[in-house]
């Protein structure tokens, strides 16, 4: 077998050399999928535009694995004790890819022009939060609040809000630049090219304003559609880094164990994603609170980590993730008991109505899932049908409400006021956005907690509040939360500090080398 | 019609294929005997190999479903499509086809490029966009197999119609006046059965094998367990889990097979002529 | 000058049908449940009506259905395929970087299953009875009731994974920066499993077809004749059968060379080939309506060059179809 390989690569020996070469300098090969749209990250956050994009931009700040603000574009910060103005210094010789100096007028431009007009998750923050944003001089910014906002401090990573070359987007149409194809950021790594449907290749930005960063001189992505071959390339070499979600879960530990390979559930402690069935809260049986609970006993949310995501991640107690802060363990339980469920579905009046349960399109294990579930339901009595559809068409059922059951998963970005309100505040129940209130949940005392939570600058005052809102989501169950999940990123052992922050291969590549 | 079986009998390869359908179908008319339970009910643990436990003969899946009941419950669904979306593309194909040859002419030409245009449309893609429009469920998918898979019935059927059409028994029907249906229907189409079986026959095969590539693309209807369901489904587990997508896909394998072997011998059985010649 | 009034005619009726195919198209993609601009905005995690319009505006969904198809026939009439604002590129420009990795894929695994399928048919043919005869037909029958996708992954398991001879994804080592000779038989050597995977249930076809075709000759009149006046069986096999069975064969081809750039997504899916039937794919599921539109668009254009293409070889194969029609 192995004599084979050789007198093969022997016959192709001038591939063979080129190949080598290749490898003499530090590069590392990690699969992106599905291939992102855009590049310019603060047109784009899908997940694999985050990916990459992290590499190139930069925010203001950067977390460690415990949340807390690490210097990035921001070199240091004072807050005002009460808690309405912020300042940031920020670092010193700074320069976009394309050499023009970075100052603070970059930030006054990205935070208070671009993403407010174009970034979906800026754009509440400033306009609900923010008095205003001024250079004080090229390297301070000050941002004065209209109120107490503690997640500030959390909200500032580059996803949430990169730096946006103000010399490139100033007065032009930002949609359609032809700049957003040759994205220009601070990052430690520049786009070189893209090879549409097979690579995305970065190199080293070698005037990075990090002495002795980055480490690792290339960086191709390369887009592989299907998981199987995914696994496959991991194992012959092609690939170095597997992403989360880049391969079926049950070769995640055959995978890990290869020789030289290692895996890490870190470097998602900003997204701590749940995944939960939205409910449609409007009509029929589902607006009875009775009924969601028999639901909740009925699924088997054991069977589901256990063996659906073999052994990933953690059956939630309720809206926030034992993994953030203001989790209270103190809530309603909801143990998996088809007798009790049986006798509340019955209490509730249910007369076998067709429930539809919408899939969510991203891949085998959300599909194994979904039929998971309903045959946990069908076996209570419940007559569930499922409904797939592709992300076009999931996100616009899910968005226009037009569902009875819905899988979703959404990220909690370190602080309930950002990640998690928006899912049960009464505010946010509008057409549109499939990760709003899609259920249509409105309870006046969960709002005002809500909302007071946000604007208390008080930590014990706002854990309360968290407390008491968890109880009562928990009691109304207004989704199904069903897995805190758990994201294992495997890569190569040789590849070291690849996952240093909260956000993981996101912005891992500044720090990360290569024995 | 003795001597069809007998001409049918004597080809071995016609009368194996034909045994392995009549098994299948049996299997399929049987599945809710054979195995009460819905084939996507865990009834053991997860990954179990074949023969490892009694009464598991194929094993079970990533979510210790009993792969064998869903091979036999599978069977129902993926005939049901494979014949479904056959008619649906003969009940285009053949009354499209016997009008253009029956009629010739511009009606002729007109319909013929109407048929070329559904062949210019790559296919598989153009079933591809038809599903993920209508939603993936049993309707779309066999609208969509039965619309891409009607324009060679058509092509074939015209060929007929249009030979048959100059024979002499026509031509007396048309000379004592009989209505143009009643001449199709009664002199015409009678006579173009047997070729239209034979496509038939083979076009129930391609559809059951289309049927799992859409399904492979995530593009099956996630109600129904079909064979193509659980060869895409248990793709990823063929390092170590290997049965789990093997049976099903021998089981469509076999059924294809049997479909063209059958669909052969009945060729060159209604054939004796023409005997092992065109497909 | 016969052959050019043909060829003339061929091609105009070629545009009216891919004119028809382009509005069909349009009208089919528009009934599509999901929104191109929900799509985009939604994955940001959050989606507001004001942002929701901005991007309407942008991709000119705001305007009345009639408008939006007048504004993409009047352009197609102009060659141009549109804007991609998902991407921000022009559909052609997007289309014409995958298009050659398609062609590549398609036109080895045309020419492997054209090749292999009218030898072994043949052959077959030949020993019709033998042995051979069986195990030609079995395994190719083999290959057309398999399930494509299952073969392609079998495939990279056992040459990429467990022998170690071949490259399992991709369309040459990325990374390597290989050129002239060396880039050519890197690119080879990624090209191998592709191209054999989806030739092979072709090859079937074409055995099955070519099969049934010589024998069907083999049993005609002027065949009889031949033999009759004490030609040869070479002669006989080379210049009377298989030159008339040969021409099913090629119309069939003919048709199936659309298939070949349809078919080609399942295979461009597991092997990470980077042609247009992934862009495609991918297209579709984001809602990317002019690139949808597009390869659509460009792969009928394709299979109308191909036919036209076909019937010029029929022409030149066979003189008495020139004759008669």
Known sequence: MKLSRYAFAAALCAAAMGFTAAKAESVVHVVIEPEPPLLMQGLAQNAPTNTIAGNIYEGLLRYNQKLEPQPSLAKSWEISDDGLTYVFHLQEGVKWHDGQPFTADDVVFSLDVFLREVHPRWRPITDNQIASVEAVDPLTVRIVLKQPFGPLMTALEVASAPMIPKHIYEGTDFRTNPANNTPIGTGPYKLQEWKKGSYIHLVRNTDYWLAGHPKIDEIYWQVIPDAAARAVAFETGTIDVLPAGSVDVYDVARLSALEGACMTTGGWEMASPIAWIAVNLREGPLSDKTFRQGLMHAIDRNFGQEVVWNGLGRVPTGPIASTTRFYDPAVNIYDFDPDKARELIAQSGYKGETIRLLKLPYGEIWDRWAEAVRQNLLDVGVNVELVSSDTAGWTQKTSDWDFDMTFNFLYQLGDPAIGVSRSYVSSNIAKGNPFGNVGGYSNPAVDALFAAASAEADEAVRQAKYSEVQKILTDELPVLWLLEMEQPTIYRCDIKDLVTTAIGVNDGFRDAWRE | ?279 | MNLIMFLLGRVAKGVVVLMAIAILNFLLIHAAPGDPAQVMAGQGGAADEELLQQLRVQYGLDKPFLTQLGIYAGSYLQFDLGFSYRQQQSVLSLIMDRLPATLLLTGSAFVISLLVGTLMGMLAARRQGHWSDGAITTVSLMFYATPLFWIALMSQIIFSLKLGWLPNVGYETIGANLSGFARMLDIGRHLILPAMTLGLFFTAVYVRMMRASMLQVAGSDFVKTARAKGLSEGVILRHHIARNAILPVVTLAGLQAGQLVGGAVLTETVFAWPGIGRLMFDALTQRDYPILLGVFFISSALVIGFNILTELVYRIVDPRIGAQG
């Open chain 2, 1 to 279: 019609m003795i001597a069809f079986l007998k001409r049918f009998s004597r080809n071995p390869a016609a009368v194996v294929g034909l045994v392995i359908l009549v098994l299948v179908v049996a299997f399929a008319i049987l599945a809710p005997l054979l195995y009460p339970n819905s084939p996507w009910k865990p009834v053991q643990r997860p990954f179990l190999a074949p023969f490892a436990q009694a009464g598991f003969p194929m094993g079970t899946d990533t979510l210790g479903r009993d792969v064998a009941a869903g091979l036999v419950h599978g069977a129902r669904v993926s005939l049901q499509i494979g014949v479904v979306s056959t008619i649906v593309a003969l009940l285009i194909g053949v009354p499209l086809g016997a009008i253009a040859g029956y009629s010739g002419g511009w009606v002729d030409d007109l319909l013929m490029r109407f048929t070329e245009f559904f062949q210019t449309i790559p296919s598989f893609a153009l079933a591809i966009v038809m599903v993920a429009i209508l939603q993936p469920q049993l309707g779309s998918i066999i609208l969509a197999i039965g619309v891409v898979s009607w324009p060679p019935v058509a092509r074939l059927v015209r060929g007929e119609v249009l030979s048959l059409r100059s024979r002499e028994y026509v031509q007396a029907a048309i000379t004592i006046g009989q209505s143009t249906p009643r001449i199709i229907f009664s002199q015409i189409l009678p006579n173009t059965i047997a070729p239209i079986i034979v496509i038939g026959s083979l076009m129930v095969g391609t559809a059951i094998l289309l049927e799992s590539s859409l399904s492979f693309l995530g593009l099956g209807d996630p109600n129904l367990m079909s064979w193509g369901y659980m060869v895409g489904a248990g793709r990823t587990r063929l390092l170590d889990s290997w049965w789990i997508s093997f049976f099903p896909g021998i089981a469509i394998f076999l059924t294809v097979l049997a479909l063209n072997l059958a669909g052969e011998g009945l060729n060159d059985a209604l054939n004796p002529r023409l005997s092992r010649g065109r497909k």
